[in-house]
């Protein structure tokens, strides 16, 4: 289990004061103590594992507590503010449609029909046809695994039944998506798993994994499971705990061996979706088309909304009244997206998150050979970075406490980072909002870097 963080106000060595930060008074400030007590009395121990700032306000790349500090943000929330926290577009667009409508269920609404037109005009590739509003990513990916099962039971019937997914993938956390993770830790509740969910290794190539084709046809066979059977394989387009890319070469093969198995092909692009990898979607890196792509996050920049995009072959099979859901294409949540996503294009915060990423790929390349007694290795795509730190030089087991000081040691800075990520805990993750710019993003790293500095023992340096 992660550590939790304290209730310590800690007073800056001297104030903190740039466009971009300000840190005036101890942080967490202690009026806000009255506060984090009330969530800590009332809500599960689950809820505790981020650092204790008070959000009061968010706009852009910055949050602000109630006292006047202010922090560049590089956490997007959770990688969901791609647009900007509280851009006024989105602000304008809640506003309107909140006066008028907050609700008509599956009923049409003049929302819901201009965002899907939009999605599938600007965002959703030419090849598919048909975007399914939901309100989680967890939702999401429960849905896409009934549509590929639903599907393949159209084709060969019942036995065609498995879903396949990777080690170390995180798919969310109701019964279904949590099964389909790769993540074994997270999964002893379950108890009696499908058995038909299997997971194979990850070809990311960090923990000795073979990244070859073979593998992934080897961990068939080991499980006995006939490629035929398979309804559906789903991945993250990149692991939330590394920030890598599979290898293309792999991707390739394994569209080819979805088309030759008639099994549905699903991109988890929660995370990876809308930009954040320099692409609208980051399995375009790939080259390959998508069956169905799961997504949710950044749709909105901060509103709950969700979808499922796919082709009218596999998301016309439920009739009418059998895939729906409550909160579906909420009239406040399509609004805010479309703004969001009209941002993302207008804006090109695609092209800026592309454009950015050297710098970014940068520091990575520079954090390794700085702290290669603490960086097992420290990646990026678009403007998501992940530095991944390890007990000792080579080690690959995850170092939690390292990257929990790390955080803390930048929050207290004034840089906004959610808690250590990835198996163990052991990744620093950065995910500034897209509309960023290089110097914000300079002035994030350095934070970072000095953080580093004052946790981690960086190699000795010879002239
Ligand atoms: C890749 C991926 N899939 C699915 C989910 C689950 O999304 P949600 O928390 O909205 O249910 C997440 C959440 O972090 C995610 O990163």
Same mark, same amino acid.
Request: glycine share 10%; proline share 7%; aromatic share 10%.
């Given at each position: 289990? #992660?550590? +939790?963080?304290?209730?310590?106000?800690?007073? @800056?060595?001297? @104030?903190?004061s740039t466009p971009n930060r300000e840190i005036r008074t101890e942080i967490p400030h202690p009026e806000d103590r009255d506060i984090v007590n009330t969530l800590r009395r009332g809500e599960p121990l689950s809820m505790s594992g981020q650092p204790l700032i008070v959000w009061d306000k968010a706009q #852009?790349? &910055?949050?602000?507590? =109630?006292?006047?500090?202010?922090?560049?943000?590089?956490? +997007?929330?959770?990688?969901?503010?791609?647009? #900007? &926290?509280? =851009?006024a577009e989105a602000v304008e667009a809640i506003k309107q449609t909140a006066e008028k409508l907050h609700h008509s269920y599956c009923f049409p609404n003049a929302e819901r029909a201009e965002l899907i037109a939009y999605l599938l005009e600007r965002c959703v590739p030419d090849y598919l046809d048909k975007v399914f509003l939901l309100t989680t990513g967890s939702e999401a990916v429960e849905c896409a695994i009934k549509i590929a099962r639903a599907y393949a039971h159209t084709k060969s019937g019942p036995n065609k039944d498995y879903i396949v997914t990777f080690s170390g993938d995180f798919h969310g956390r109701t019964m279904g998506s949590q099964m389909a993770g790769g993540i074994p830790a997270l999964k002893d509740w379950i108890v009696h798993p499908d058995p038909c969910m299997?997971?194979? @290794?990850? %070809?990311?190539?960090? =923990? #000795?994994?073979?990244i070859s084709f073979e593998g992934f046809l080897q961990a068939l066979d080991r499980q006995g499971v006939h490629p035929e059977r398979i309804a559906g394989v789903c991945l993250e387009t990149y692991q939330g705990?590394?920030?890598?890319?599979? %290898?293309?070469?792999?991707?390739?093969?394994?569209?080819?061996?979805?088309?030759?198995?008639?099994?549905l092909l699903i991109f988890d692009e929660v995370q990876a979706g809308f930009g954040r990898c320099g692409k609208m979607w980051g399995f375009e890196h790939y080259g390959v088309e998508a069956d169905l792509i799961v997504c949710g996050k950044g749709m909105s920049s901060g509103l709950p909304i969700s979808a499922v995009m796919g082709h009218s072959k596999w998301m016309n099979i439920f009739p009418p009244g059998s895939m729906t859901s409550t909160h579906t294409g909420n009239p406040i949540c399509c609004a805010a997206a479309l703004a969001n996503l009209k941002l993302l294009v207008e804006e090109d915060l695609v092209g800026n998150a592309a454009g950015l990423h050297p710098i970014l790929e940068e520091r990575m390349a520079h954090f390794e050979k700085k702290y290669p007694d603490h960086v097992g290795r420290a990646a990026s795509i678009g403007l998501v970075g992940a530095v991944q730190m390890v007990k000792g =030089?080579? +080690?690959?087991? @995850?170092?939690?406490?390292?990257?929990?000081?790390?955080?803390k040691h930048c929050v207290e800075n004034g840089l906004m980072l959610f808690a250590p990520v990835g198996t163990g805990g052991g990744t620093v993750k950065l995910s500034p909002p897209l509309m960023i710019t290089a110097d914000q993003l300079v002035e994030g790293l350095n934070v970072l870097e000095a953080a580093m500095d004052a946790v981690c023992v960086p190699e000795t340096v010879t002239a």
């Open positions: 289990m #992660g550590r +939790s963080f304290e209730f310590t106000p800690v007073k @800056p060595a001297a @104030p903190i #852009g790349v &910055h949050v602000y507590d =109630r006292h006047g500090n202010k922090w560049l943000d590089f956490s +997007s929330g959770v990688l969901v503010t791609n647009a #900007g &926290h509280a =851009r299997i997971n194979v @290794p990850i %070809p990311d190539g960090f =923990r #000795g994994q073979d705990g590394t920030a890598i890319l599979l %290898p293309v070469d792999y991707m390739k093969k394994l569209r080819a061996f979805c088309d030759e198995n008639e099994a =030089r080579g +080690s690959l087991e @995850p170092d939690h406490d390292t990257a929990f000081e790390i955080v």
